[in-house]
């Protein structure tokens, strides 16, 4: 069986550090609940002496998430350590996560402390955190830059006094994969106890390299990753939990470790911080970039649809992303249109998808990103001979300053071969022609868009009049023209109406054939 390595989630504490990414009580809520939902080991909520929001963080997140341990960061005073267990005395599972600095930079020019005065004040954090909680983690800042000997000497002495969990991060980002590798070797060789801690891992992200050095931990010995939804943290960020997580399952081959994370929370967990802070990730990023799934070169989605592990390594769907998306552009092929009209629920004749193409790739010529609503604007009027089901006979209104608008509409159906005649009232003719004409297909449509233009001139002038209407939430466009605006209008309606017959009735086609 696979080792376990606890996924530490720091978005609420060190994501939150980063500009443009705070958050209130309530936002913080809503995600520590997502986080619960996503699986993760550890959930850090604040660093409570930081202030009285940090402080109102951490003891709602322990009163409302029960099952992952939650965390409270502290520095290794008596105050910020019992300002911690303040805010964590209600939580099922609390750990007090304390630290201090062991590079000589911080020592001599943040601290200004001695190396042995350090090591006191670790330790002498670690034994009063252990008289509230045997759950206790010792993070050495800067471990990257620390003196290697020296950083083995703190670690035991944690160790020594009660520290579970050890962390060595590299707070700015500075390693790379084989020193950090080496590192937590040398930890493992040299520190008498580490057996009896956890070792885990911390990594910025200022060279790019957050995620590669956490695995490269992993591999090493590390069996706790601290890490961030969306990367999100200091300067360039934390290492980002999702692309870590993913690949240890893709690559599960090379590194058998497990997590308890839920994989198809990732997307909505990522979702649910980007809406909270307004803070979105870029396009291309892995595993929850808008793009991570979406294949536009038509060798890759010709590829991607005959077999998926052509050009995906993982699917969407284990992410929780709900499918991968052919973004139609002016590199798609005619396989992914023929797709695109598939899951539309449209099959088309073969001269039909040649038809189709073309007028696609001229588009496309224009357009950037090719929509849906685009696709049924070329098989409605580029494309399919619509059927005129609905003809219009007759058509009559009423309209003026001080009557209610009336109309009196008779349609032929070519179908039934009845003709029907019915009449309605409205807010002015138009919508009066247009309910009544609903009233004789059965069909309820919602007028989006409605304009008239004279293409001719003079008092008699021909007025097009072009309409947008939803049926059943799908929209069709409709176009007339006439010397009368009430005709136009009309006939402008059913000429969408009939699309709207004829998309039905092909849907019903295909479900039929299938
Ligand atoms: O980056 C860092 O060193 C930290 C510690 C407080 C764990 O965030
Ligand atoms: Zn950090």
Known sequence: MSERVAIFDTTLRDGEQSPGCSMNLEEKLRLARQLDALGVDVIEAGFPIASDDDFAAVREVARTCRRPVIAALCRTTPEDIERAWEALSEAARPRIHTFVATSDIHLQFKLQKT??????????????????????????????????????????????????VVNIPDTVGYTIPAEYSYIIGTLKERVPNIDRAVISVHCHNDLGLGVANSLAAVAAGARQIECTINGIGERAGNASLEEI????????????????????????????????????????????????????????????????????????????????????????????????????????????????????????????????????????????????????????????????????????????????????AGDGPVNAVYQAIDKITGLAGNLIDYTVRSISRGTDAVGEVFVHVEFEDVSYTGKAASTDIVDASARAYLNAVNKALYAKERKLTLSVTN
């Open 115 to 164: 190396r042995e005065e350090v090591i006191e004040m670790a330790a002498n954090a670690v034994r009063m955190a252990r008289r509230f909680t045997d759950d206790v983690e010792f993070s050495a800042e800067d471990a990257t830059r620390s003196d290697l000997d020296y950083l083995c000497q703190v670690i035991t002495a944690v160790i020594e006094e009660g520290a579970t």
């Open 245 to 424: 997580v993913m690949a240890l399952r893709v690559r599960k081959d090379l590194m058998p470790f497990e997590t308890g994370i839920v994989t198809e929370e990732i997307y909505r967990t990522s979702q649910a911080l980007s809406n909270i802070t307004g803070v979105h990730v870029q396009p291309n990023k892995a595993v929850v970039g808008k793009n991570a799934f979406a294949h536009e070169a038509g060798i890759h989605q010709h590829g991607v649809l005959k077999n998926r592990l052509t050009y995906e390594i993982m699917t969407p769907e284990s992410v929780g992303v709900k499918t991968n998306s052919i973004v139609l552009g002016k590199h798609s092929g005619r396989h992914a249109l023929n797709k695109k009209y598939e899951e539309m629920g449209y099959q088309l004749s073969r001269p039909e998808l040649d038809k189709a193409y073309k007028l696609f790739t001229k588009l496309a010529d224009q357009k950037k990103e090719i929509f849906e609503e685009d696709l049924m604007a070329i098989l409605q009027d580029g494309i399919a001979q619509i059927p005129e089901r609905f003809k219009l006979r007759s058509v009559q209104a009423t309209a003026g300053t001080s009557t209610m608008s009336t109309a009196l509409v008779t349609l032929a159906d070519s179908k039934t071969e009845e003709v029907e005649t019915q009449t309605s």
